[in-house]
């Protein structure tokens, strides 16, 4: 599978994410989740950055801090309708990354398994839809890998039933919630987390905090949109610009690279064709007369003088980049 893509800077993009990940599990630094944060997302790829945020916040943060959601929310709508470039983004990112994370097994499998529960003489059952017993059943018996398994098709995906039995069973008073205008594209990782908030911490009151994020923190991580167009100026352009490792511990998640015979001939060699799959690098290209060649998997610059303009402003030659600077992105896994 030919899927790999190189950011800014040349790093993987699945490695770039999970590099962030890591380091917002291991709360490594706050500076190290901005260098990744601003390497993704002026590549071209913010939608990317908040699909990250609510993976991490669902699984990891919703039980206990239930309020930060409708903040998440706001600033992803800021984000999107007012144009307000990254700095939503990195409110986000800082406001979750202080915050302690707990496993609470907000994911779904592949493969999920079903049991059977036997329909036992609930008079209540009858409330509800015929065909929504088993579901309903096992929401009432707490069975998380039923609930899985229902919600991973779609005709569960139905927030009306949630909360017909939390009102009904418990007395609880829900306010209404329409899946579609939620931003988050993955909806039964919302009714998931929303299930096991009812049952398990339906009384937690975490007050919001929020720290305070330094202006100049913008500038010395590199962060601002005048960058999106950068010029290289010399071959010792990636190595200032270089700052951080990809983790090592990555190598348990299926990247890209593991595609190809050898990952580090294709950054060495054919380094511009997978950049070219990046934002960034299609609009650094889009004024230039050129031909994608996937056989080769080159850029065919069909003007000799525009090659090199080009290669003047952005030839990386990450081939001669020093051995640190290239194990930033090449590091064995």
Known sequence: MDNAILTRYLYFLDEAKYSLLHSLLKKTSFDEVLYWVGEIYHSGFGDDLWEILWEYYYRYLSIKF???????????????????????????????????????????????????????????????????????????????????WYLQREKYINF?????????????????????????????????????YLFDNNNNNSKIKIKRIPKEIYENLDLQNKTIREKSEDYKFLGRKRKYYIHDDIGKYPL????????????????????????????????????????????????????EEFTEKYDYEPDEQTQETQDKSLLIL
């Open 256 to 307: 890209a690279r593991n595609n190809y015979k050898n990952y580090k001939e294709l950054y060495w060699y054919n380094w511009l064709y997978y950049a070219y799959r990046s934002p960034i690098w299609h609009w650094r290209m889009e004024d230039y007369d050129i031909e994608i060649d996937d056989k080769n998997r080159e850029i065919i610059f069909k003007n000799d003088d525009e090659y």
């Open 160 to 196: 009306e039933v949630i909360k017909q039995y939390f009102e009904l069973m418990l007395n609880y008073k829900l306010k209404p919630l329409d899946l579609k205008l939620h931003p988050y594209k993955n909806k039964k990782v919302i009714l998931l987390s929303l299930i096991r």
């Open 66 to 148: 239930k309020k930060y959601e409708k903040i998440l929310i706001k600033e992803y709508n800021l984000w999107l309708k007012e144009m307000l470039g990254i700095e939503p983004i990195i409110k986000c990112f800082n406001m979750i990354y202080y915050l302690k994370n707990i496993d609470y097994e907000i994911y779904f499998r592949e493969k999920e398994k079903l049991k059977k529960i036997y329909l036992p003489k609930f008079s209540w059952l009858n409330l509800f839809d015929k065909k929504y017993h088993q579901f309903i059943l096992s929401i009432h018996y707490k069975n998380y890998q039923n609930i899985r």
